[in-house]
């Protein structure tokens, strides 16, 4: 079984700070990362995703990979009250014929 | 306009009824997805679909069965309804097994 571990929070920031989200994952062959935001009710909305060592950058989003460690992160600058939700992080192995592994999310709370 | 779309939203049942779930996507995409996410949020592949061919099919019950008509369509078919099949299934498409994937709306059943 393929382990995508992430904190579960509540991780609770002021509007305007940094807030930092880690996923580690089991499998050493997976290829591709994925960060999902999922408000409560909503379906998962897909946010970012990256391939390759390094940093990824879109707007406020930032997602961060370190194969060798087996560690993918996700921070949110400027975070804002709408950042409020659960983020999911999704991990597609080598040969998993499209298979995602999500962790179990990490709640985040941005208050004014 | 709506990428990925299901039918019902909500699904309140009885024990022991058969139902389906529809799912259409306007992506163009070859690959199609069946998710379950439980009580605790944990979000878990069911089946995948890539050009119409089964290519993934979990540890789930017989009494689920995937139908997809074309690459546009993907269906969920459930037998025999047991309490604990009360959850949220989300449809999800991606270009195909490689690509990102978008998630529909969700179902929420609830097997009374």
């Known amino acids: 079984q393929k382990e995508v571990e992430q904190n579960s929070g509540p991780l609770s920031v002021p509007e305007g700070a940094i807030a930092s989200l880690n996923c580690t994952y089991s499998d050493r062959g997976s290829q591709s990362f994925f960060w999902y935001r999922q408000y409560s009710g909503k379906s998962p909305e897909l946010i970012m995703f990256i391939y390759s060592n390094g940093d990824k950058e879109d707007g406020r989003f930032t997602a961060q990979l370190n194969k060798a460690s087996q560690y993918v992160s996700l921070l949110i600058r400027d975070s804002q009250p709408s950042d409020s939700a659960t983020y999911l992080c999704a991990v597609r192995g080598g040969s998993t014929l499209g298979r995602l592994y999500f962790g179990r999310g990490t709640q985040l709370t941005v208050w004014p | 306009d709506t990428a990925v779309s299901q039918t019902p939203k909500y699904l309140v049942t009885q024990m022991g009824n058969d139902k389906s779930i529809k799912c259409e996507q306007n992506?163009?995409?070859?690959?199609m997805y069946w998710y379950k996410q439980d009580s605790k949020k944990f979000l878990k592949i069911m089946f995948s679909y890539n050009n119409k061919e089964l290519i993934i099919n979990e540890t789930v019950p017989n009494r689920f069965s995937p139908k997809s008509p074309d690459k546009a369509h993907l269906n969920l078919h459930i037998n025999s309804l047991e309490l604990g099949d009360s959850a949220v299934y989300f449809c999800?498409?991606?270009?195909?097994?490689?690509?990102?994937?978008?998630f529909g709306p969700g179902t929420r059943l609830t097997v009374t």
């Open positions: 992506l163009g995409h070859d690959t």
């Open positions: 999800a498409s991606s270009r195909d097994i490689s690509y990102e994937q978008y």
